[in-house]
């Protein structure tokens, strides 16, 4: 008889997490060098069909089973707005007023609003006194990152900032509507969310942004379209789902801390990015409330 290993976070883990932070990190990199040629729409576009194109050649390649019933497939297009087509507008709408370094520290808040949410939303996932110390520290950081941080055009510095916060508030609505997809294999999840968020968002670049009257772009903003799909989408959720099979649901989210600082290094390392105190102090405050929701170093503490 065959013994299931229980989830562990081993060496593997975290180098799958780091892998995982890299490619998500990666995500508003490639997004401010697709800006600099294409308006978002059309980048969120190139980026679900892309993703969705690799996450459908998986599902034929498992022979994964897909979901059948009109209750599945319409809980998939709400999972798909909230988890794909309006965070991912968002944040590269937001983007063109703030930089991915930036955007990916608020983006990171995400778990805060989901404690939140979840605490008024669910019945066994209600606010703890580390959670609520998490919220109040990570509200601090939101403060710092978009109060006193925020540079003297400070207009489009809070319109781009806001724009990702409300992304944030989407990705964490979408981890409570996500438990309505339990029953299905993850990889079909994953290619009917981003197949029906594709669909969703194209009448809009094509209303909004007419993407074919737009001159050719060269090729880094190519390069930058494959990354963002190919890297930031499919290979993202395939890492994703290897991590939750290895290391489990709650050791998953440690992601949430590491891709800030890889965004940033890409920044920094690719496009000349400055980080400024403001941003340092906010990142540290949101990595703490991070910390704090997840409980697990206060358990560590409490057992010795």
């Not at 944030?168 to 994953?190: D, E």
């Not at 494959?226 to 290391?247: N, V, W």
């Not at 403001?278 to 409330?289: D, E, H, N, S």
């Amino acid at each position: 008889m065959t013994v299931s290993r229980p989830p562990v976070l081993d060496m593997a883990a975290w180098g799958l997490l780091a892998a995982l932070s890299l490619v998500w990190g990666g995500s508003f990199f490639f997004a401010e060098v697709a800006l600099a040629a294409l308006p978002p729409f059309t980048i969120v576009v190139a980026r679900l069909a892309l993703g969705a194109a690799g996450l459908w050649l998986l599902v034929c390649l498992t022979r994964a089973t897909l979901p059948t019933g009109l209750r599945d497939w319409r809980d998939l297009a709400a999972m798909g707005l909230l988890n794909n087509a309006v965070p991912f507008s968002l944040i590269v709408w937001g983007q063109q007023w703030i930089d991915g370094g930036l955007a990916s520290v608020l983006n990171a808040t995400t778990p805060v609003f989901g404690v939140v949410a979840a605490h008024f939303l669910t019945r066994d996932e209600k606010l703890t006194a580390n959670r609520l110390a998490g919220v109040a520290v990570g509200v601090a950081g939101v403060a710092v990152l978009v109060g006193p941080a925020a540079p003297d055009d400070s207009g489009g510095y809070i319109v781009g900032s806001a724009a990702v916060l409300a992304a944030a508030v989407s990705y964490a609505a979408a981890g409570l509507w996500g438990r309505r997809l339990r029953h299905l294999p993850p990889v079909s999840a994953a290619a009917g969310q981003v197949g029906c968020s594709t669909l969703i968002v194209l009448p809009l670049a094509l209303l909004l942004e007419r993407p074919w009257t737009l001159p050719a772009p060269p090729p880094e903003v190519w390069g930058a379209l494959a990354g963002i799909g190919l890297l930031s989408t499919s290979l993202a959720y395939l890492l994703f789902f290897a991590i939750l099979r290895r290391a489990g649901g709650s050791n998953v989210m440690l992601v949430t801390l590491m891709i800030p600082p890889s965004a940033v290094l890409l920044g920094l390392m690719f496009l000349g990015e400055e980080v400024g105190p403001g941003q340092l102090v906010g990142m540290a405050l949101i990595a703490a409330a991070l910390l704090a929701i997840d409980g697990r170093l206060l358990r560590a503490q409490r057992r010795r």
